[in-house]
C-alpha cells in the first residue's frame, strides 16, 4: 500500500463527483475539473489548515480557485468534507440552488470569493496574504489558476505586487493542461518560456506533474520553506484526466455532460454505477 | 476654498488618528488624488500597487476580506478602466471596499478628454450592491468620510479634484441618501452634483433677479438617491433642472427622470455634456465651451418652465 493510497481514493471520489454533477447539469467544465483532482485532494487533506469547524476564523488558511470553471472540483471537495450535502450537486446550476455555475461566497459554505472572471483570483489571494501579514498571522493564501488564465494581463500585474511585497504566504498552481476554450494554448497566444516568465518576475517556481502525489508533497514542503518571495507551482497535468474520452480532446472544455453511452462509460472509469 | 484632493487626503489621515480599521490603496497617484497627506503620516497602512487599477481594485477586495476596510484610490477615467473587477471582486462578493475617485469630468481640464470621467456616474450607478456619493465641497466630503467608514459595503466616491467653493457652513447635517435643500423656491427644482452645485446656487441667485424662484437640492448621493426629494420636487415646484459634469446619458438627469416618470411626471431639463468627447482646456472654458455655465442653467431653467 502506497502512503498515498488514502489520496488516491479521494481522488477518485472528487472524480465521481464531478461527472454526477456534470451529468445532473448537463453542463459544466469536466475537462479543467479534472486535471486539477490531485491538486486539490492535496491542498484540503494535507495541506491547509481549513475546514467545516474553522471555515470563519480569521486565521484558517484560504483556497481561492481562481479558475472558477472548475467549481466542479471544489464543489466535490467541499462536500467530502462535509461543509454541504452531496444532495446540493442536483440544484447546480438551477434556480435556488446553492450551488452556482461559478463559486459564489455568499451562497456556498467554504467558497471565499465569487471567481470566474478569470485573473481576479490571483489579485484577490494577494489581497488576503498581504491582509494575513499587517495582521500578523501565519495563514497561508493558495489559489489555482489556469493556464489560458495566463492570458489575462491582470495576473502579471499581481506578480508584480506579489514579488514586491515579499509574499511568501501565498502559492499559486498554475494547472497546467495545455488546452484552453478554443484550443491549445500554442495555438491561441503562447505561454512559454512559462517558468523564466514567472522567474523573471521575481517568484520561486516549482515545476511538477500534477497527477503525482509526492511531486505535489515535494512542491508545497519546499514553497513553504521558501522566505521571502512568493511560490508558483506549475503543476503539467492531463485535461479531462480519469475519462479516456475527454482526455486531451479540446471539446471536454465546457459547455458539455456525457450523454449515452460516453456517460456509462465515465460513471464506470470513475468506479461508478449510476449518479450519487 | 480648499481644494478637494487636499481635503480628502487629510481627513484620510485625520481619520486614521482616531481609528486603525482602514488602509489606503493608491495606482501611483497620490499626489493628484491627495492621498500624499496620508501616504506621510501613515506609510504603514499605505498600500502602493504601481499603475495597475485591476489589479488594485481586486487586492483592495482581499485586504477587505482580513477585516479592514480598503480604500481604493485612483483618478476615476481609470476606475472605470477596472470596472470590471469593481463588479466582480467588490460589489458582487460584497466586500467593503470604498473606490475614492478623483479628476471627475470636464473639470479636469487640459488634460482633455482621455482623462476626463465623463462617465463614471452611469457605469458605476449601474452595479447592483454600489453606492456612489460625490459630495459638493471640502465641508461635505469631510463630513461623509467617517460615516463611509461606519458603514460596510461598496461604494463609490467621487472626490473631483479642482479647489471648490464652500456651499455648506460647517454645522450642515449629512444623512445617508438624503439631498440637502441649498436653496429655497417654488417655480422650479435645480438639482446639481458635484461642481455643479456651487454653478446652480449662482444660476438660482441670477433667476432670482429677474423673479424666478428655484429650489436648488444638491444631489451628492446618486445612489441611493433621495426620492421623498425628487417626487417632492416635482409636485411642489412642477419643473425640474439637473446639472452634471457628466454625460447626459445614464447620471444625475437619467436617475431623476427615472423616478419623476415613475412617480410624478413632470418637465425635466437636463444640463449635462452631450454625445461628445471632451477636449484640453482650462475648466471654465470647457465649462462654457460644453454648455456647463450658470447662464446655461438659467436657460435650462427657462425652458423647463416654458414647458410647465
Known sequence: ?276 | MENMRDAFGKVLAELAEQRDDFVVLDADVSVGTGTYHFRDAYPDRFIQCGIAEQNMLSVAAGIAESGVTAIATCYSIFAIRAIEQARNSIAYPEFNVKIAASHLGLDVGPDGATHQAIEDIAVFRSIPRMSVISPADPIELKAVMPYILDNPGPLYLRTGRSPLPNVFDENTIFEHGKANILHEGTDATIMAVGVMVHRALKAAKLLAGEGIFCRVLNMSWIKPMDENAVVSAAKETGAIVTCEDHTKYGGLGSAVMEIVCENHPVPVERVAVNDIFGASGEPEDLAIEYGLTPSDIVKAVKRVLKRK
Open chain 1, 1 to 276: 500500500m502506497s502512503r498515498y493510497d488514502e489520496l488516491k481514493k479521494f481522488a477518485a471520489k472528487l472524480r465521481k463527483s464531478i461527472i454526477t454533477m456534470n451529468c445532473y447539469a448537463g453542463t459544466g467544465h469536466p475537462g479543467g475539473s479534472l486535471s486539477c483532482v490531485e491538486i486539490i485532494s492535496w491542498l484540503f487533506n494535507n495541506e491547509m489548515n481549513f475546514c467545516v469547524e474553522n471555515k470563519d476564523d480569521p486565521c484558517r488558511d484560504r483556497f481561492i480557485l481562481s479558475k472558477g470553471h472548475s467549481s466542479l472540483t471544489l464543489y466535490a471537495a467541499l462536500a467530502e468534507k462535509g461543509f454541504f450535502s452531496k444532495e446540493e450537486f442536483k440544484n447546480l446550476r438551477q434556480v435556488g440552488g446553492m450551488l452556482q455555475a461559478y463559486p459564489d461566497r455568499l451562497k456556498t459554505p467554504g467558497i471565499e470569493f465569487n471567481s470566474g472572471s478569470l485573473g481576479q483570483g490571483l489579485s484577490f489571494a494577494l489581497g488576503c496574504a498581504l491582509g494575513a501579514k499587517r495582521a500578523g498571522r501565519s495563514c497561508r493564501t493558495y489559489t489555482l489558476l489556469g493556464d489560458g488564465e495566463l492570458n489575462e494581463g491582470q495576473i502579471w500585474e499581481g506578480c508584480m505586487f506579489g514579488a514586491h511585497y515579499n509574499l511568501d504566504n501565498i502559492v499559486a498552481i498554475v494547472d497546467y493542461n495545455k488546452l484552453q476554450s478554443d484550443n491549445l494554448n500554442t495555438r491561441i497566444t503562447a505561454l512559454e518560456p512559462l517558468i523564466d516568465k514567472f522567474k523573471a518576475f521575481g517568484w520561486h517556481v516549482i515545476e511538477i506533474d500534477g497527477h503525482h502525489f509526492r511531486e505535489i508533497e515535494n512542491a508545497f514542503t519546499r514553497a513553504r520553506a521558501m522566505a521571502g518571495k512568493p511560490t508558483v507551482i506549475i503543476a503539467h497535468t492531463i485535461k479531462g484526466k480519469g475519462i479516456s474520452f475527454m482526455e486531451n480532446v479540446p471539446k471536454w472544455h465546457g459547455s458539455m455532460a456525457p450523454t449515452g453511452k460516453e456517460r456509462e462509460c465515465a460513471m464506470r472509469e470513475c468506479g461508478c454505477e449510476e449518479l450519487i
